[in-house]
């Protein structure tokens, strides 16, 4: 019954930045956003990062690393993605995901699979 919305989409240019918000709603805290991925026409869709939900602890993808910084919002149930450095091979509908944790999880899930509540995507695109 969670909905997730990102936002903060758009059309940028090589070596601009786009900071991504993922709004989680619902009457309860049943599935927390923990995770961000992507896919690209034709490709697969992929883990950009995740976070664990109590202490924050972080994965990030070898593609994004060091430009790319996940955060999250407890108090609000949001995520965040803040991504520098675009790059146009960066351009993809991004999505937002959520599953249910416990507060104290320090686990982070890298794989679609784990979770089972998305958003409806943002698009971002890097070109010039």
């Known amino acids: 019954q969670v909905q997730l919305v990102e936002s903060g989409g758009g059309l940028v240019e090589p070596g601009d930045f786009l900071r991504l918000s993922c709004t989680a709603s619902?009457?309860?805290?049943?599935?927390?956003?923990m995770g961000w991925f992507r896919q690209a026409p034709g490709k697969e869709r992929e883990c950009v990062a995740s976070i664990s939900w109590s202490l924050g602890e972080t994965y990030h993808a070898d593609f994004v690393k060091g430009r790319f910084t996940i955060s999250r919002d407890k108090a609000k149930n949001m995520l965040f993605l803040q991504m520098n450095s675009l790059k146009p091979e960066d351009t993809a509908v991004y999505f937002c995901?959520?599953?249910?944790?416990?507060?104290?999880?320090?686990?982070?899930?890298?794989?679609?699979?784990?979770?089972?509540?998305w958003g409806q995507g943002t698009q971002v695109t890097v070109s010039s």
């Open positions: 619902g009457g309860t805290f049943s599935r927390s956003p």
């Open positions: 995901a959520a599953r249910a944790a416990r507060s104290w999880s320090t686990s982070i899930y890298q794989n679609s699979y784990d979770y089972d509540t």
